[in-house]
């Protein structure tokens, strides 16, 4: 089966510039998840869909970042205007049922590398 | 809150030594460990995970980890590292109530010749 699947892999833009990245999860997986690595700092996570609607968005960081997952199966992050401090790693991660990060462990996507300028 | 803590940032081990890599959690119940590995390019691999049963689980690519609930630690073994070992591992953290993992910083690994 193919994997969880991030576009694009890098990405530069200037501050002030709007980026979106996309994730197609595994085919069939309900949940989907995005996290943001900052450098030097931990794995972060931003927010969790089931299906289409947003079962947790805590993690998101300001009103900047705007995710959707129209019709359950791919999702977009975008960030408009982005800011310097938005340069990080991107991660999408998919699972067929929330327990499962419990059993399996999420399928992670390789990332975006956004880098802001 | 939940945290982890990875204290090594950096770890370098000659091809063919052991390995053993940090990871403290905080977390007020029966944490759910796991450890990932990303090698460059690559997304985080599910190496192994505790939740429950034996405190040692085994995982892929011949690593292991053992849970020690008294010291509130998940270190990550290998007896002898191979130089596609070189990637950079993260302890991470979650709860059965939630779905999200809280991770550590990460230590990446280096190996030498």
């Known amino acids: 089966e193919a994997g969880v699947t991030q576009f694009p892999s890098h990405s530069v833009i200037e501050k002030g510039q709007t980026v979106t990245l996309r994730c197609d999860p595994i085919s069939g997986h309900d949940n989907l998840y995005w996290y943001r690595r900052v450098m030097g700092k931990e794995i972060k996570f931003l927010l969790h869909f089931v299906k289409e609607s947003k079962q947790d968005e805590s993690g998101m960081p300001n009103n900047r970042f705007l995710a959707e997952r129209t019709g359950g199966t791919y999702s977009t992050l975008k960030v408009q205007p982005a800011e310097l401090e938005d340069s990080g790693v991107y991660f999408c991660?998919?699972?067929?049922?929330?327990?499962?990060?419990?059993?399996?462990?999420?399928?992670f996507g390789s990332g975006t590398r956004l880098t802001v300028v | 809150a939940q945290s982890v803590t990875q204290p090594d940032i950096h770890i370098t081990v000659s091809e063919g030594a052991s390995l053993e890599l940090r990871c403290n959690y905080s977390?007020?119940?029966?944490?759910?460990l796991f450890w990932y590995v990303q090698s460059p390019g690559q997304g985080l691999q599910l190496l192994l995970k505790?939740?429950?049963?034996?405190?040692l689980v085994q995982g892929i690519k011949g690593f292991e980890a053992e849970f020690k609930r008294s010291q509130s630690s998940f270190n990550l073994r290998k007896p002898s590292v191979h130089w596609s070992d070189a990637a950079e591992y993260f302890c991470?953290?979650?709860?059965?109530?939630?779905?999200?993992?809280?991770f550590g910083k990460g230590t990446m690994l280096l190996v030498s010749p």
């Open positions: 991660a998919s699972s067929q049922d929330w327990r499962d990060r419990g059993i399996y462990g999420y399928t």
């Open positions: 505790y939740f429950s049963g034996d405190t």
């Open positions: 977390y007020g119940a029966t944490p759910y």
């Open positions: 991470a953290v979650g709860s059965s109530g939630y779905s999200t993992l809280t």
